[in-house]
């Protein structure tokens, strides 16, 4: 196990630069109103990348999630830069955080956030036909890659680092997507 | 379809009732310091409820999402209340938004919204053995119920209106432990 990092303050902070909460009146369709506040994301949206090292095996990141305060098993994923799309954002996160590029990649789906009060979307990617390629990235450490088989999902589920539901959901999306069971819209 | 709610305005809100975002300073273990965004919930939890009907059927629901801004098909969820145990909130939201209530409550695990920068967790609880009772609770209209059979999740991927990591996540989390393949921690 990685030693994780020291904190050294926590603070109080502004949260304009982060992200806008904003409210929003409604008034449904039986007349009830009701005023809900959700958050918009800055940026330009965001992806989830499943790379797959071979046709069983999906290569897993151990990250230090700031939001938990402990190291997270899932799968790499980052915001879009300016003017990229899913699958040029997918294809350097994939070369920063695990050091491979990807000859093919398919957008699968969009997953949200939380729907009930945040904006935020990411796009799925699936990887295939990888082939070794480092980018520098902003990433503060090396994170250690894990290669886990696709047949073996549900020993990852019940794990205390693996918690995000956005990298559970596409790990299943993309197995069913690779046994045909599931077709894209 | 049911017909969308009408947007009156929508404005900038104070952040600060809604949620708190702190900055951390922190030191990894190979001597790089990063200064990260988190964000903090108010509140005491929260609950995603699997409620099967039979056996083979989910109750899932149809939901107006604020903030995507369209209706969206997924597990029923809400905060807990002030020394709600997960069974117990689960048991609430479940009679307040299906009108049922369970007489088996198991929580299978946590999952995380997002662990890079957030705080927010949400107990996953499978609720069995149902039977009729609803609660008044406080959403603006009556939600659709849609049965759905856990061995055709693969139809519920690619749709537009199912879209929530963490309820795609809880649907196949649920359907491993009843296959009996996933075995709490």
Redesign the interface.
Known sequence: M?????????????????????????????G???T????KPHGHGAVIVVPMRDAGTVLLVR???????RY?L?LPKGRLEHAETAEQGANRELKEEVGFGARRLTV??????????????ADVVLAQDLYPEKLPGDE??ELDIVPWRLDEL?LL????DV????????L??AR??LAG?????
């Open positions: 990685r030693t994780p990092p020291i904190i050294h303050a926590t603070r109080e902070a502004d949260s304009a630069r982060f992200l806008s909460v904003e409210q929003v009146d409604l008034e449904f369709s039986n009830q109103r009701r809900f506040e959700r958050m990250e230090y999630g700031a939001g938990v305060g997270e899932g699968l789906h969009k997953l949200a956030l939380s729907p009930s009060y945040m904006a935020h979307m503060p450490e549900h589920l019940g794990r205390e918690t995000e539901g956005r990298s559970i959901a596409a299943f999306m069913e997507y069971r599931f077709v894209r819209a």
